[in-house]
């Protein structure tokens, strides 16, 4: 990883460790961070003979190689300083808490946008919105286009940046032509690496934000990181990892509830973790103590279904949304955890 002396190379600068770089069969990517941009060398980066004429190079402070399979979302890299801002919060600065239905309903659009501003009300810091949705079987609702110009009003009458999962390229394309703030990356897709390289392609070097969710069969952590270095290998490090429940599927729960695997991830990774309880145990009133349990093991955010009416809802919302009012008290309750976990003091 290349660091420059000044916040960013210039053009002539970086032709010239580029063209270093390409002789020996390496690559720079530029990764614009919030406070500096990095120059990731991908590639044999041990290359003795390479790293000294860069080094050499009187605008680079330092050359750092780092001895780990993910060189960029290794706790040790560069990017451990910077800092994802979404809606104008720092990530992991106070619990950042995404809000909001499963699966927006096309027919009846006002019970997103009702949900939405309870979400603000609750103190929700983010808005999540389905508007396509991976099912088992090929008959159940998919999701519609449409429901992405839901979800924007919703933006744009409650100010909340929004989130929404997306499959393939095509969805990636309307989602980023909306500007949507997180591209949420489901269970079924989290190791679909073309589509994890494309994304930090199209997203690379802009604020958008990544939510990269656990596969169900996920095995060690290593893979959930290895498989956000494509992303930021593309690019983007606005990558947040999302323990969201594994298999085999614990009795009375929807999935294995794995919120415990947070500390593994901190201890390997600079990356937020942003914890999902709701497809974890997939009823409602179990998700409040799961995603106290989740702040209270050091997750930096969580992202919980909620309906305004959730008998109203479609998809899981009938089944596993919390309603605004349980919300509310559940930020409140998470805060408190943050405060003690955090060692800070805790107002009465």
């Given amino acids: 990883m290349i660091i420059p002396k000044e916040s960013k190379l210039t053009k002539e600068q970086l032709k010239e460790v580029t063209d270093i770089a390409n002789e020996y069969s390496c690559k720079i990517q530029t990764i614009e961070g919030h406070h500096r941009t990095i120059y990731a060398l991908l590639g044999e980066e041990r290359e003795p003979i390479m790293i000294n004429r860069i080094l050499g190079l009187d605008y680079i402070d330092r050359f750092d190689a780092i001895d ?11 990017l451990a300083n910077h800092k994802i801002v979404i809606g104008g919060h720092i990530v992991g600065e106070s619990p950042f808490i995404i809000g909001g239905q499963c699966t927006i309903d096309p027919d009846n ?14 103190g929700a810091k983010a808005l999540r919105g389905g508007v396509w949705k991976p099912r088992t079987m090929p008959y159940a609702f998919q999701g519609d286009d449409s429901s992405i110009k839901v979800l924007v009003e ?69 893979e ?63 998700v409040p103590g799961a995603a106290l349990a989740a702040i209270a093991y050091g997750a930096d955010g969580l992202i919980i279904e909620s309906h305004i009416d959730p008998k109203y809802g479609i998809g899981d919302d009938p089944k596993q949304a919390v309603t605004p009012e349980v919300l509310t008290q559940l930020i409140k309750d998470a805060t408190t955890i943050w405060n003690i976990a955090r060692g800070e003091k805790v107002m009465g």
């Fill in 109 to 122: 659009p006002n019970y997103f946008i009702e949900t939405a501003h309870a979400m603000k009300e609750a």
């Fill in 68 to 78: 780990s399979p993910y060189k960029l979302m290794d706790i040790h890299s560069e």
């Fill in 224 to 286: 959930l990181i290895a498989a956000s270095e494509y992303i930021v290998a593309g690019g983007n490090p606005n990558v947040m990892l999302c323990p969201r429940g594994t298999i085999p599927q614990m009795e009375g729960y929807r999935n294995n509830p794995d919120e415990s695997i947070t500390p593994l991830l901190k201890e390997k990774t600079w990356a937020p973790v942003v914890v999902d309880p709701s497809h974890s145990v997939g009823r409602a009133k179990y």
């Fill in 154 to 222: 919703a933006r744009e009458q409650t100010g909340l940046p929004i989130d929404t999962e997306v499959m393939d390229e095509y969805q990636l394309d309307i989602a980023l032509e909306a500007e949507v703030d997180v591209l949420q990356i489901g269970t079924r897709n989290a190791l679909n690496y073309s589509l994890l390289k494309k994304i930090g392609e199209k997203t690379a070097n802009s604020n958008m934000a990544v939510l990269l969710k656990r596969t169900r069969a996920m095995g060690p952590v290593n």
